[in-house]
């Protein structure tokens, strides 16, 4: 690959570098300046005097202008009298949508009140004029006119042009293409500096001391151009913009040849209008050490690695059989009878879950939904469950098995839960098989060692054990490594005996072999039996 590129699919509605299509709204100081003191992007801004008591603000004519379903309007916007300002709730700062200066909608945006707002310069703003907007003047039939109001309060004159817009788009993508060891990998970093340039100030991840601030949908590769992507110690910060759809947020790998790995990210937010939407089921991913906080859904797939990182009071987690090791969910508040993470793939997880931890938040709801691709037999080692119900069948049950049929067995090594291990099942059979031991059965070919595929093997219990003497805990034949095993949970070490056999037609004829011994109810029992051929 080359040099990271950064690009992005924003279209400057006005880039406010010239007076030409601006009008000032509200009435009184009604002059507009070509400010050249301040502004964010290219060489000026349009600023307006300063007025108190009263709302006034800056609209701008761009004509027949089509947004794309899901996109949103970014503006810049600077008030440098925060202080008088109203609050939000009240209309302290508006944006303004519409079909003229006297048809347009309202956006509460900002106030006095705001988060940081003492300290606020310049803010990127999104808007999605689809949404309910806070008011509404005349009847806007389009979104051709674009602008701020301003509603300051006091008395008296303020010096100067406080009032200032720059550069209007509409879009949301930030995509992210190549990146190597030789010319630098991809970063977020790198892709703040080069968005935050006076030429483009983009304002979709804007670099802010100790981190960046996110909004829209951060594209990582294209299709048939992958990134190589890597960073570490970063904290992203997610703008509360009230007036986006739910999924407007998105971060999103593209390209199965891309390559993203994050150390110690942190990705949190503001607000809970947009919670931000993870993609990275595509591709390579390695995520060490991250930390999610109120995110949208998270979907992994199967070899993706995010070990040691947490997710708290996100969406839900669909784990697609990636390596999560070590990590935790906390705080999932999805609908009822919904559960923190999905895992629905036809293999067992064992591996893949140790060592998580689920803690329920205040909704009903589950640990784990296994679907009904993923296996008949399942092992979880050293999790911890936090929370759940302890009975079976409800909401709030530990588990959700979603097959209707057959038998699901879980094997619970090490795990712990402050309730019981309970289930909900759409129709399956569960069985909680709690700290198993494995008895394992090898059978030889006592002369040459080479495996024995076939050989019936027949292991029941004997006297003096938990189990009914009589009782069958292997039977059936060896497999492709000559081996054949059972799993299960015992009070006590249980004695055995047993037989193995094989013959094959036509073929060798080998004699029984005799198993005797002790299954420990700690480490379990494993012997190999080598069959002698019956010449």
Not at 75 to 81: F, G, S, T
Not at 279 to 301: E, Q
């Amino acid at each position: 690959m080359a040099a990271p590129i950064y690009t992005t699919d924003l279209v400057d509605i006005t880039t406010a570098e010239t007076l030409t299509g601006w009008s000032a709204l509200g009435g009184g100081a009604a002059a507009l300046s070509d400010e050249t003191d301040y502004y964010i992007q290219g060489n000026q801004c349009v600023s307006k005097a300063g007025f108190t008591a009263t709302e006034k603000g800056i609209i701008f004519s761009a004509g027949a202008t089509t947004i794309t379903a899901g996109d949103a309007v970014y503006l810049w916007a600077k008030q440098n009298n925060r202080n008088l300002m109203d609050t939000q709730a009240l209309g302290g700062t508006q944006f303004v949508v519409g079909s003229g200066t006297n048809a347009y909608d309202h956006y509460y945006i900002d106030g006095s009140d705001s988060e940081g707002s003492a300290l606020a310069g310049w803010r990127i703003y999104a808007v999605d004029p689809t949404t309910t907007p806070s008011t509404t003047t005349g009847n806007p039939n389009a979104t051709d006119f674009f602008g701020v109001l301003w509603k300051i309060l006091g008395s008296g004159s303020l010096k100067g042009s406080p009032n200032g817009i720059d550069v209007i788009r509409h879009g949301r993508e930030l995509r992210i293409t190549d990146g190597d060891l030789a010319n630098g990998y991809a970063t977020f970093a790198g892709a703040a500096a080069f968005d935050a340039d006076t030429t483009r100030a983009w304002g979709l991840l804007t670099p802010i001391q100790g981190g960046n601030l996110f909004h829209g949908h951060l594209v990582l590769g294209q299709a048939g151009t992958p990134v190589d992507f890597r960073d570490s110690n970063r904290s992203i910060i997610v703008l509360d913009d009230t007036f986006l759809s739910s999924t407007f947020n998105e971060i999103s790998i593209v390209d199965a040849s891309s390559n993203v790995e994050w150390t110690g990210i942190t990705l949190s937010h503001l607000g809970t209008t947009s919670p931000t939407v993870l993609n990275l089921n595509v591709g390579t991913f390695v995520g060490r050490n991250c930390r999610f906080s109120r995110a949208g859904i998270t979907t992994f797939s199967s070899g993706q690695i995010c070990t040691g990182s947490a997710w708290e009071v996100c969406g839900q987690v669909v784990a697609g059989g990636a390596i999560l090791t070590n990590s935790s969910i906390s705080g999932y508040e999805g609908t009822a009878n919904t559960s923190s993470m999905l895992y629905n793939v036809a293999a067992d997880p064992d591996g893949e879950l140790d060592g998580m931890s689920f803690e329920k938040g205040t909704a009903a709801t589950h640990s784990i939904e296994f679907g009904t691709t993923s296996p008949l037999t399942m092992t979880l080692r050293n999790c911890d469950f936090i929370g759940y119900n302890a009975s079976n069948n409800v909401n709030d049950s530990l588990f959700h098995i979603k097959r209707t049929t057959g038998t699901v067995t879980i094997n619970l090594v090490g795990c712990s839960t402050d309730t019981a291990f309970s289930y909900r099942t759409d129709g399956a059979t569960v069985v909680f098989v709690i700290d198993p031991v494995t008895t394992l059965i090898k059978v030889v070919d006592a002369t040459t060692k080479a495996n024995l595929v076939g050989a019936r093997v027949l292991i029941q219990a004997a006297a003096g054990g938990p189990l009914t003497a009589g009782d069958t805990i292997i039977s059936g034949a060896t497999d492709a490594n000559g081996e054949i095993t059972d799993s299960r949970t015992l009070a006590a070490n249980q004695p055995i005996t047993g037989r193995v056999r094989l013959s094959t037609t036509p073929g060798d004829l080998y004699k029984t072999g005799d198993v005797v011994g002790t299954i420990n109810s700690l480490s379990g029992f494993s012997t190999t039996v080598q069959l002698i051929p019956d010449e």
